[in-house]
């Protein structure tokens, strides 16, 4: 009898202990450990989570590995668990009355039992597997890195004007291999787009989770939820007579569903007092605040689609020609090509070599941090939605490789090193982006920049890498638009000769549609630059 029961007993332990494994193993995943977020801001940190992933893979496997092993012993114990008790059952009596079968039924569940609970069931890999799992989660992603990849990905969608369609099945530019996504991915893009109150961007993808949801044998998200979400968004667009045919339609799915048999009541009371019988045509307008619907916004983002917005007076009298006003490029002299005369916006190609490109990526990579902007009221540097990108600061101090591009910019730029800033090294994230600005400060006060430096008189800027898609500079103003090139540096003057600031040079980071953007700028300031470039009343100069 008591051997029934303790084989009883083993059953359940065997089976509890798998059910807890797969949930455990599931809560750890969701939950990780306290995670930095921000990953979202650069592509470089989001690397780290492809290694962190392959390295996760082995660690899952090698604990599958240990847990199978650990079943199939308890199997082969609950087997003979079985297998001797069914045969000392037919004659209980009989069997114990021998008295070697006694002492070794006896010693089985004293001894031998508590050597199986050590080593196969108290005694598991869990905890050392546990605890390398847990050294991993610093670099797992979380919720603000998922919040900012998805509205990382509906700006791209915005800028350049990309159908919900083509990004679900993958169709983008520079991209060959880019997987299509799910229902479940379409949703939750929807479903953090109407979190953050944008119903538009929520009705398009909730559209798109339900188109996709209806070809997959599997649904990867209930057609229910997806109608939840879909006909109250549908609502706030301003479309009653839409938002109760997909409540009804929600209902047909889900008829005990609360919330939308209140809303469908809801709806039929609001529609009989509007009057309306006839539903009107569907809109789903994008919701502009003052600045995204000003001129210069919409100029900004047909620039980065690579659209023309200006004609270029003057373009006859641009050149590409070979510069030598330096001795260190008279042997090898800069590749200059002039993209605007006034104010003169310069590429110099072929600047920075892959070497000591490598070299300054390296030297970043470990000291980036989430880029700021100066808040105009308080003067205090904060992040900002407009500006999404990683940035490090580095001395001349720090490598020979930092000291020789700050000569190569001060060559290039013909000024002295008086006043300049460290190198700054920046790499873009998802969608990384940096919208219209200005290089210079435009309030004279010493939150702004140091008196005793002066204002930012000149900007060097040097692409660090090759993009697939989007990424360019441009200069809303002027219609002026730089695509990045690895190896070419940029140079214009903010400041006009009478020292104040060139509104023209008003320019911006295009968010990166494909690739991983990397540049480095070195920013001039006054002091140091008054016998080489005087000072001058006429502001055409």
Known sequence: MRSCMMLSIIERVIMSYSSISVIFLMT????????????????VDLEKVLYTERDLAEDLRSYIHWEQMRLNQLSRLADDFQHHSEKALVNPERHLSNPVNAFQLVKRFTTDWESIMENYIRNNASEEFLARLLSKTDSFPDEEDLSGVATALLRLQDTYALPTDKVSHGD???????????????????????????????????????????????????????????????????????????TDELLRHAPDHVRAQGNKQYFEELLKEE????????????????????????????????????????????TCQYRRHHPMFYINPLKE????????????????????????????????????????????????????????????????????????????????????????????????????????????????????????????????????????????????????????????????KTGEGDYDTRHAACPVLTGSKWVCNKWFHERGQEFIRPCSLSSDE
Request: proline share 4%; net charge negative; charged share 25%.
């Open 337 to 496: 090509e002039v993209v605007y005369l006034k104010p003169r916006i310069v590429l110099y190609h072929d600047c920075l070599t892959d070497k000591e490109i490598e070299r300054v990526k390296e030297l970043a990579t470990p000291r980036l941090q989430r880029a700021t902007v100066q808040n105009s009221v308080t003067g205090q540097l904060e992040t900002a939605s407009y500006r999404v990108s990683k940035s490090a600061w580095l001395k001349d101090v720090d490598d020979e490789m930092i000291f020789k591009i700050s000569q190569l910019a001060k060559n290039v730029a013909n000024l002295t090193l008086d006043s300049v800033e460290e190198l700054q090294v920046v790499n873009y994230g998802i969608g990384g982006h940096y919208e219209p600005h200005f290089d210079f400060a435009r309030k004279r006060k010493p939150s702004a920049f140091e008196e005793v430096n002066g204002n930012r008189i000149l900007t060097f800027i040097c692409y660090m890498s090759d993009i697939e898609a989007g990424g360019a500079t441009v200069f809303p103003t002027i219609g002026v638009r730089l695509l990045p090139s690895k190896g070419t540096c940029a140079v214009w003057y903010n400041l006009l």
């Open 172 to 246: 983008i530019e520079g991209v060959s291999d880019s997987p299509r996504m799910t229902a479940s991915d379409c949703f939750e893009l929807g479903r953090i787009a109407y979190k953050g109150q944008d119903f538009y961007h929520a009705v398009l993808w909730m559209h798109e989770a339900l188109e996709l949801v209806k070809a997959e044998n599997t649904p990867s998200i209930p057609v229910s939820v997806i109608l939840d979400y879909l006909s109250y968004s549908t609502f706030m667009q301003g479309n009653t007579h839409e938002a109760l045919r997909l």
């Open 28 to 43: 750890l995943c969701c939950l990780g450990g306290r995670i930095y977020g921000e990953l979202f801001t650069a592509v």
């Open 275 to 318: 009057g309306q019988n006839e539903p009107p045509l569907l809109r789903n307008e994008k919701p502009f605040d003052d600045y995204r619907s000003s001129s210069e916004f919409t100029t900004y983002e047909r620039l980065c689609r690579g659209e023309r917005t200006h004609f270029q007076r003057d373009a006859h009298k641009l």
